[in-house]
């Protein structure tokens, strides 16, 4: 019976929030995680397979979002090098063996670039204030892995009251069964909104 009771409250919360969001208009940003990437760790070889798959739905949202107005977030690991900025991580992908995965997604200048140093993209980062300064209530997730730095980045997303959206064909997955268990996860607990590219909902300058 409790258990129950649990997944009723749960049930509400995510109505609640449905609700919510049909209500009022929300901003969204799209977030582009980790796709400068030099594929040289271990398990890339199972990420590659992933991301040549991610990669035209990622490069299609990010067209959309371009011609919508809806701004465009980039934040990226910085493999540890403490003096890497963007300049130097797209180089250091780009040089790197797979720059055909790169090259699609090279962040323009003028978007928005954040370095983060583990999983989460508001772990010790800017983004959270960035966010809030610009009225952003809904993020869209895109990039890798989604099992990793997309699940805890979605998770922190939620507990700061952020509306999330996670486009499955526009994420990349080292394990896919543990990709589908966070996607269902972040959809359940999170109460994410899973969809796929040609279906997320940008700003209405689109």
Known sequence: MPLLAGKRQIDMVHRAIDFYNE??????ALIVIDMLNRYEH?????LIGSVHEALPA???????ASDAETPIVYVNDNHGDWSAGRPELCQRALDGP????VEPIVPDGDMAFLVKARHSI???TQLDYM??????QRIILTGQVTEQCILYSALDAYVRHYSIVVPRDAVAHIHEDLA?????????????????ASDCELNTGE
């Open 58 to 64: 990622i490069r299609r949202l990010l067209q959309r």
């Open 98 to 101: 797979h720059p055909s995965l």
């Open 131 to 136: 966010l809030r300064d610009r009225d952003i």
């Open 23 to 28: 209500m009022t208009e929300q901003n969204a």
């Open 180 to 196: 589908d268990a966070a996607l269902r996860m972040m959809q359940i607990n999170m109460a994410a909104e899973i969809t796929t």
């Open 122 to 124: 508001f772990y010790e």
């Open 42 to 46: 271990e398990d890339a070889d199972q």
